[in-house]
């Protein structure tokens, strides 16, 4: 950052967004503390200054009058501003008597999408969960990534994820994801509609699988228009084919890989064929895209938030990474392969090659015994366990940036659990559809006030780059940093004396924590080390960027406290504003990453084998809902809380419910008019858009909308015509190894309002 003390004169700061995954790199443009204007970060090693619209209007985020700039309490239904002791006050005298009382299950915890992008909820959310003690541990992850999550960690024994090698690959099969609208997810690459254009450039080819003509599918070689919710029997179809037919090349992994032998008879049933009317794809058509799979030089599918909230969303996640290794792409260039990030990978900790693997459902739901998996349960029993009385019973809620009465299926039912509760905590900056209900919301800073590091999207990159963001503005005298928000949580919950609050004891801590499990790790490059030695060596970073500078300088690339002078410290990222490129996606990395008992890929796990019977049943079924719903994202959205900036916002309806002409015209129902739309759990009416770029019989609402409930105060959200389509998806249509919810296939009915 360039500095002045002239407030009048232009200077220039760079920062990553933190708006989605894409992570780009934005130069801003400050005169009198305000920002003046924002493009895309020519320099920027990874995203060579593409921005997206969203990416400019964070200078309109961090001056929205509705971000909540001090702490609120409720008193009389009202909120009214406090300041921070007070609001801990409130929290200490409200939550912690419910804790004594019922015990630490009675309070659940909640934690939304940006934690996945705010430095301080990614490093301090751990410590939270700890704190609270509570097996009742929620998240965004059960309707978004948990089906990916499973598969991966089923196969390899950590989370670890491969990534398609958009920049090098020559044929790119997606399903489920729309890019060119949510700029890639689980696949962090800046630009990637240009990457896509690169592909067929090259001379590739690009192949989308989607029920609707999205953005994407639209620009891509060739469109697969698929019934939503059977992307497991396609691509085990497809499995099948390059079995059956001798096209299948694992060679390069073979000797790493238990399993694969079985993979011929297990998807047997599973013939084109078979598929073909379920899926509603002609077989020639997946009989081609087998071919042209393992024909191709180099190959990747990719599968995102289709293939995962739908009801096979494991099998779905896991006939990805299966067809991947199939064609011989696995972990190879131009196929699908691992990042290596800079921080908080961990594949790269640890004995390489060897571990503990991956265990699920150690713990079952209190009400309907739905499995635990990493850590927590489905959001699809949060409403369930607050309003059965008993033992267990949930009675408390902390949210940290999430908005589940939004986010999460039947929507009106969570809200009314959630209005039950005896005290809610939000760390959220906003008054919307969940944070109504609390008690106490503690406000971050804007994205603009705080540091940034992607240390979980960095590990989904296309590329290995990290990038570090200084704060651009300082805090008001009312904020308060989101880590010592969080940190003044965790110490309350810890039951430590209020009055006795230390930030910098807390991080004396944390170091030496972390520092000596370091030293001990024997696979560390630190290991054997003095913790007081390497802690005289750190910067004087504090909070959550001194946990960064140990996980930087601790990481593959990092220092190890002077053991490598040439690596990666803190302070040499701070002085690349523009981040530093660490190269392309490395092959091999198998079987050094994997984390199973048997040091092997584990092709076939046990429980997708399981899994695989619920497919193969599911074959027989009539497949005739009159309708089903599924979503879509719009380029101008993220998720539920970006309808606040009007530049966002302006222009025609989005929240609109896409129908096809021959549909439209049976029920009659015509262009612009209200259609209700009813499922199991609910009812909304919404204005209809008629359209030949969705499959018959299928329905689109876009997720996010509908602020207009009443006490949510954002002024131009809560203007904005939209519904809720959560009031539509239904807590009981999962995918059932899991427990994700299928937010996608949902039965409905339409007809005119
Ligand atoms: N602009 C914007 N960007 C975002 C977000 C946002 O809200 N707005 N949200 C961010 C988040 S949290 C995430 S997780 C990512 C998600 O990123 P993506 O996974 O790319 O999500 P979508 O853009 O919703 O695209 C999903 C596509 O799946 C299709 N689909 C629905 N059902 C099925 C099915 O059964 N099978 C198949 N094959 N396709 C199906 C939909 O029609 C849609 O086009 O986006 C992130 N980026
Ligand atoms: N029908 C349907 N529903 C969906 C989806 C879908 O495709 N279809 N997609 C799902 C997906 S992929 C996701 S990830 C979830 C998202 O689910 P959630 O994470 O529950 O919801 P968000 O809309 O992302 O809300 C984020 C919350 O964080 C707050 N916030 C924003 N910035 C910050 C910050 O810096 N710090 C803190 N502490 N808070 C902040 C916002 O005010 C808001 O309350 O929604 C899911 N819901
Ligand atoms: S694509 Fe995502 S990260 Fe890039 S500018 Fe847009 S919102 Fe920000
Ligand atoms: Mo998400």
Known sequence: ??????????????????????????????????????????????????????????????????????PHVKRDGEFVAVDWDEAFAVIEAGLMPVLAEHGRDAAAL??????????????????????????????ASTVDQRPKEISSAMMFGSVAIPVPDLDRTDYLLMLGANPYASNGSLCTAPDFPGR???????????????????????????????????????????????????????????????????????????????????????????????????EAPTAAVYGRIGTCTQEFGTLASWLVDVVNLLTGNLDSVGGAMFAKGAAGQPSTKGAPGEGRGFAMGRVVSRVSSSPESLGEFS????????????????????????????????????????????????????????????????????????????????????????NYSAPVFELEDTQMSEGEIMQRLIALLSGQPFADFDASELDEMVTAAMLASSARDPHSKVADREPAEMAEQLSDSTGADRVLEIMLRTGPYG??????????????????????????????????????????????????????????????????????LIGRRHVRSNNSWMHNIRVLTKGR?????????????????????????????????????????????????????????????????????????????????????SGNIALNGVPVSVAPA
């Open 1 to 70: 950052m360039e500095s002045t003390n002239d407030p009048t004169t232009e200077r220039i700061a760079f920062r990553t967004c933190p708006l989605c995954e894409a992570g780009c790199g934005l130069e801003l443009s400050i005169k009198n503390e305000q920002v003046v204007r924002i493009r895309g970060d020519k320099d920027d090693v990874f995203s060579h200054g593409f921005v997206c619209p969203k990416g400019t209007t964070l200078g309109h985020l961090h001056s929205d009058p509705d971000w909540l700039r001090q």
């Open 110 to 139: 909640y934690l939304g999408n940006p934690g996945a992008h705010s430095l301080a909820p990614l490093i301090y959310n751990g410590q939270l969960i700890k704190a609270l003690g509570s097996r009742n541990r929620f998240s």
């Open 196 to 294: 896509l254009e690169a592909i067929q450039a090259r001379g590739g080819k690009v192949v989308c699988v989607d029920p609707r003509r999205s953005e994407t599918a639209a620009k891509a070689d060739q469109h697969v228009e698929i019934r939503p919710g059977t992307d497991a029997h396609l691509l085990a179809a497809i499995a099948h084919t390059l079995l059956a037919r001798g096209w299948a090349d694992p060679s390069n992994l073979a000797d790493h890989c238990t399993g694969i032998d079985d993979l011929e008879e297990l998807f047997a049933p599973y013939s084109p064929e078979a598929v073909a009317s379920i899926c509603g794809i002609a077989t020639e058509e997946i009989t081609t895209l087998a071919r042209e799979l393992a």
């Open 379 to 466: 959001v699809a029993v949060l409403a369930e366990e607050m309003e059965t009385p008993g033992d267990g019973q949930i009675r408390a809620l902390i949210t940290v940036g999430g908005n589940p009465v939004s986010s999460t299926p039947n929507s009106q039912r969570l809200d009314a659990a959630i209005a039950g509760l005896d005290f809610v905590v939000s760390v959220d900056p906003y008054i919307n559809e969940t944070t109504r209900h609390a008690d106490v919301i503690l406000p971050p800073p804007t994205p603009l006030q705080k540091s940034h590091y992607d240390v979980a999207l960095l590990n989904l990159a296309v590329r290995n780059v990290a």
């Open 559 to 628: 220092d190890g406290f002077g053991a490598d002078p040439d690596g990666l410290t803190l302070e040499r990222l701070v002085d690349e504003p523009h981040g530093i490129d660490l190269g392309a996606l490395e092959p091999g990395r198998i079987p050094d990453l994997l984390r199973t008992p048997s040091g092997k890929v584990e092709v076939v796990p046990e429980p997708l084998r399981a899994d695989l019977a619920r497919l193969t049943a599911s074959l027989e079924r009539a497949w005739d809902d009159e309708f089903v």
């Open 653 to 737: 309806n989005r929240c609109t419910m896409q129908i096809h002409p021959d549909d439209a015209q049976r029920i009659g129902l015509g262009e612009g008019g209200d259609a209700t739309v009813t499922s199991r759990v609910g009812s909304v009416t919404v204005a209809a858009e008629i359209t030949d770029g969705i499959r018959p019989g299928v329905v689109s609402i876009p997720h996010g909308f509908g602020q207009d409930m009443p006490g949510v105060q954002l002024s131009i959200a809560t203007a904005y015509r939209g519904v809720n389509t959560n009031v539509l998806t239904d807590e009981t249509f999962v995918d059932e190894l």
